[in-house]
């Protein structure tokens, strides 16, 4: 029979550097009222120059590996999601395997936006059901500062920098913690020109001795992005719980992508969960696109907020546009 997976152990990291609205306030023509009552964030952290995503996946990683009791060698594969990699090539995961100290194993990136993470699960999942024997480790990381247009002030407000990773390996039974009951992914590339980062591209290749300009950052139709996001989560939420023949009452967290809270509001009328058991650290860390919902589930986990026997609902949504919904049972 196929091994099923659960995740053996979670770790996040953000960088020191906290920036507030009022910082923001300095730089750009906004206020921290504006800020606060449009998107609920309060403070981002930021890597300084010279830090890549891969240093940030490194510290959680080691933090993902410490609470799996394991070590880096025990690891069999490497996957990163992220939109903002240290480079093109080399891959993020080939850098972190090897900041890791552990050469030969695969490792690869993987891009799929806000949805990164849970795109990742997915391949680790396979992974494990492939090679029952593998650990594989997720770790979603996005340096959004090096890819942020501090002259657009409608998107420069939203994002900060952060890493979350798991170990992904079998578990023998039902009662296994951590267990990944479901994963629902989807994508509609139709609405791809809602949310992009062009520049540099094959189709928007950088020429050598001229300036960048606007598309080599994070451009984005607000409002746009706004509904898809509530109606695209919804939609997939719903669907995984039917799916595993459960209702949102049977869901003791709900842990949406970390974008904007009037969104996270949004999908929680929708599905008619109360504020109370869906968790939010947008205000602590905007929109750290994949690494924002492994950031979010260990730091519930790390507050009490999922303990033994708890049913979890991760969702999110992003570029391309990919949606994803997974169920986990501790
Ligand atoms: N400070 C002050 N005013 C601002 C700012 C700012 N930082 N940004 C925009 N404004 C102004 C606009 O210029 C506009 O002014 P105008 O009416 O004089 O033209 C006004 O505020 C309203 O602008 P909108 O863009 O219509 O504001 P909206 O209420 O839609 O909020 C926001 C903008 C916060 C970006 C919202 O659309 C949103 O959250 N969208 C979803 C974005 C998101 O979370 N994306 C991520 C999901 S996918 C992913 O994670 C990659």
Redo the contacts with the bound molecule.
Sequence with gaps: MTKQSALKGLGFHVPDKIVSNQDLEKII???DE??TT??GIKTRHYAEPGIGTSDLALEASLKALKDAGMSPGDLTHIIVPTFTPDSYVPSAGCILQHKLGIPGIPSYDIAA??SGFLYGLENARALVALHPEANVLVAASEVISSRTNFKD??TC??FGDGAGAVVVGACDNAASPGRIIDILLTADGALGEL?TVKGGGSCTPPLLDTTIGPEYFVQ?E??D??KH?VRSMATVCKDILAKNSLSTDDIDLVIP?Q??I??IQSLGKKLNVSPDRIFVNVDRYG?T?AASVPIALAEARDQGRITPGSKVLLTS???GFTCASTLLQF
């Design positions: 023509d906004t206020t504006w800020i449009r998107t936006a806000c002030r409608s407000v939203l949310l984005m607000g409002r992005v706004f996001a992508h974008a904007n009037r969104i929109n696109s949504f992003g570029g």
